[in-house]
């Protein structure tokens, strides 16, 4: 096998890790969007024994909030995870179809539609997310009003 053929294959089955390294860094932003509203759940069914009966309410709901919000971000990740492995499927396709000499442009075609359509995804429900965050807060500054007033 020639070096320039060899380089070839190599470009062309490397090139899409660029799009992995991207997604992986919105894999990590969103594994610590995760971490936050499971330790505060944590805390939230800690102080739930010893809270006042008027807080009860309160805390029980914003426990369902911060679920909600985990549940929302577990689908977030599971779509970028689901387009690492499309991209990934790409790569290993590109590179055999190289090797082998076979066409197999279908495939990557609708392996990479598959990557941006999860990508995209994922990136609705991290949407949903900041939407939930922001109006949890929302709620949380109007209930500190109400107890000054």
């Known amino acids: 096998m020639e070096t320039t053929y060899l380089v070839n294959i190599l470009q062309a089955s490397i090139a899409p890790f660029v799009l992995i390294s991207g997604i992986g860094l919105l894999v990590l932003s969103m594994t610590n969007r995760i971490a ?6 944590r805390r939230l069914l800690d102080e739930l024994p010893n809270a006042p009966e008027r807080d ?3 805390l029980l709901s914003q426990v369902a909030v911060l679920r909600k919000r985990c549940s929302i971000m577990r689908w977030a990740i599971f779509y970028s995870i689901m387009a690492i492995i499309c991209v990934s499927c790409v790569t290993l396709i590109l590179f ?3 090797v082998l000499n076979m ?3 279908f495939m990557v075609e609708l392996l990479f539609g598959g990557a941006l359509v999860s990508l995209i995804t994922s990136l609705v429900f991290l949407l ?3 939407r939930i965050t922001l109006h949890s807060l929302d709620i949380e500054i109007e209930r500190r009003k109400g107890n000054l007033g």
């Open 36 to 41: 936050r509203p499971t330790d505060l759940i």
């Open 56 to 58: 009860v309410k309160f």
């Open 96 to 98: 055999a179809s190289q």
């Open 103 to 105: 066409r197999l442009y």
């Open 128 to 130: 949903e997310d900041i």
